[in-house]
């Protein structure tokens, strides 16, 4: 990743005296929470920040591939108000397509409204991620597994969408908020023990990040589901 | 099959025979997921048995209504569902339905947005959001007005400290200030029908007050401020009432078994009715106590007995010893009643009654006070601290 790359879609952008990762925009002139746009070339590029985009502390915490390119598609669980997925929906771009599901209205409300109705390659869906089946009808089989969502039975939630949705020898991004899931054991017990479920049911653990200093307590694991 | 765009007959799940465009495609698909079927779905199927076809096999859910009207359907198998799904892109391009692939994702994009703004707006009708909300702004006002007053005391004790200890009601403390100087009290204190003896003793103090001369202007501005805080206690009377009105109709049960505002506090820090229906009793209990009770998983020391249901009246009027029992019963009725208003509406008249015999039972049999207890921790730490 280099400064001034055009052909990139991630690149790397001076701001302020510090290095930052940056997205090119799929949205050119819209800016979905305060980020900051630079102009390189004549393209516009978004600033993505590490402390807002768990995705993004990942990449900098030494993330060894990040399996999203041009016309990936991608299941969102736990879009939230779109921060990570609006920088997904710039690295896919027009080809691919984001399926973002949301269950809590206040959130979804902002999702839907500064970057659903903005981006063509993002669908809204405002549905409970527990019951995978109710967005059977719009969500075809995904490239990636994305699932942000806070809850006791996260892992177990997001390996049944990824059985119904993921394509065989897809990858999923789990983030992994240890005090959801039990406040009486450590963050790296409660990572092994997420890692186990996983490889119980058929994933293969590429790798797992502690995202320190840019969010405590949460993990990100990347797996792969074996064909 | 059903799709965003409209329904497809399909010969030995490859060859499409009819296919129909939905005029109004959002409704249908509505219909659909709860399991009825809308008038051009049903239209649909009675022209496809024209087409001299003996069974027609549709979406589960669809089968009992179209059974129901005499159509000649069957389930389709879950693993033929399975298949039309993955290639519904193509068979929705050859039924005529959509020109391309980006035509057909774009039709399933506009609906998924469609459908997610109808179901955002019909969520943010529901009226426990205004319970929410009301209930936040009551908290809120309450807080104002307590740090008002207090800088009020402060302020207007310049002129006359003696007064703060004589009156300990803030609502008329704040009337009192408006006399602006000291010497002027005695009207505003006639006109607040104080009985006659506290009148002369707050007046008899006023005349050998220790407080300092102050100008007019800033007697101005202590009045304004007490007027403001006046105002906002008639705000504070009207959200009260609010809540008490919204929490009638939203929670009726909740709100006999809680008050309204406890109640109200409750479904706000449930994150609404539904969910506060869907809670067991014991985190109800403990709900607004989130941070003693983690602390207490954390380390195993002793965990809450209650948390915003300490207000209500039967726990905090409760010997210190008796409340954690009362809370836990306090609890189980209002999950009861969460359930009855989530689930069922209109008021449950055998609640109260039995809220009252239990509570007039645990009050017949009053525990002695326990010895102070010990200051090593009951139980053993479970688990690690968290660094």
């Not at chain 1, 736990?78 to 997904?88: D, E, L, Q």
């Not at chain 1, 206040?106 to 669908?123: Q, W, Y």
């Not at chain 2, 009992?64 to 399975?82: A, D, I, R, Y």
């Not at chain 2, 609640?351 to 039972?361: D, I, N, T, V, Y």
Request: with cysteine; charged share 30%.
């Amino acid at each position: 990743m280099e400064e001034d790359a055009t052909n990139q879609t991630i690149i790397w952008v001076e701001v302020n005296h510090s290095k930052w990762l940056a997205t090119l925009s799929f949205a050119p002139g819209l800016s979905v929470y305060d980020e900051k746009i630079v102009k390189r070339r004549n393209v516009e590029f978004r600033v993505w920040n590490p402390f807002r985009s768990k995705l993004a502390a990942a990449s900098l915490k030494g993330l060894h591939h990040l399996p999203l390119q041009r016309g990936s598609s991608v299941l969102y669980l736990g879009v939230s108000t779109g921060t990570t997925a609006s920088h997904i929906s710039d690295i896919i771009g027009g080809e691919g397509v984001l399926y973002g599901v949301e269950f809590a209205p206040r959130v979804a409300r902002e999702f839907v409204e500064k970057v659903a109705k903005h981006r063509s390659n993002v669908v809204p869906i405002v549905e409970d991620a527990r019951h995978h089946e109710k967005y059977k009808a719009i969500v075809s089989n995904v490239d990636v597994v994305y699932a942000d969502i806070a809850q006791p039975d996260q892992t177990e939630i997001s390996i049944r969408n990824c059985r119904s949705y993921l394509k065989p020898d897809g990858d999923m991004l789990l983030i992994v908020k240890t005090p959801s899931i039990d406040v009486t054991r450590s963050p790296e017990e409660i990572v092994q023990s997420e890692s186990n479920k996983l490889v119980a049911n058929d994933f293969h653990i590429l790798q797992s990040i502690n995202l320190e200093p840019f969010d405590s307590a949460h993990w990100l694991i990347h797996a792969k589901m074996k064909v | 099959m059903a799709t965003e765009m409209g329904c497809i007959l399909l010969e030995d799940l490859k060859t499409t025979i009819l296919s129909k465009r939905f005029e109004k495609p959002l409704e249908e698909l509505a219909a659909i997921t709860k399991g009825e079927a809308g008038p051009e779905l049903v239209a649909f199927v009675k022209e496809a048995v024209t087409k001299s076809v003996t069974i027609i096999s549709v979406e589960p859910p669809l089968v009992s209504t179209l059974v129901s009207l005499g159509l000649p359907v069957e389930e389709t198998e879950s693993s033929v569902l399975e298949e039309l799904r993955t290639n519904k892109t193509q068979l929705m391009i050859e039924a005529g339905l959509v020109s391309s692939e980006t035509e057909a994702r774009e039709v399933v994009r506009r609906f998924a947005l469609a459908a997610a703004e109808e179901k955002l707006r019909e969520m943010s009708t529901s009226l426990d959001l205004h319970v929410i909300q009301s209930i936040q702004a009551l908290d809120e006002v309450d807080k104002t007005i307590n740090e008002f007053i207090s800088r009020l005391r402060e302020w207007y004790g310049l002129h006359f400290p003696e007064l703060a200890s004589y009156v300990s009601d803030p609502i008329s403390y704040a009337k009192m200030t408006l006399a602006g100087e000291r010497s002027r009290i005695t009207s505003i204190l006639k006109e607040m029908h104080l009985p006659e003896e506290r009148g002369e003793k707050i007046i008899s103090v006023s005349l050998r007050s220790k407080g300092g001369a102050m100008r007019p202007e800033d007697l101005e501005v202590i009045k304004t401020l007490g007027e403001e805080i006046l105002r906002l206690n008639d705000l504070r009377s009207k959200l009260t009432k609010h809540v008490e009105d919204t929490m009638m109709k939203v929670a009726p049960n909740v709100s006999s078994m809680a008050g309204a505002t406890v109640g109200a506090r409750l479904i706000s820090k449930a994150g609404g009715l539904n969910r506060l229906a869907q809670m067991p009793a014991s985190t109800i209990q403990v709900l607004g106590a989130e941070k003693a009770l983690f602390r207490a998983m954390r380390t195993g020391s002793r965990p809450p007995k209650h948390g915003v249901l300490f207000q209500h009246s039967e726990v905090h009027s409760a010997p210190k010893w008796e409340r954690g029992r009362i809370a836990r019963l306090i609890a189980g009725k209002i999950a009861i009643a969460a359930r009855i208003d989530a689930y069922r509406g209109g008021e449950e008249p055998n609640l109260a009654g039995a809220l009252k015999r239990r509570l007039e039972e645990i009050k017949a049999q009053p525990r002695k006070e326990p010895p102070p207890r010990k200051e090593e921790p009951r139980w053993p730490r479970r688990g690690r601290r968290r660094h």
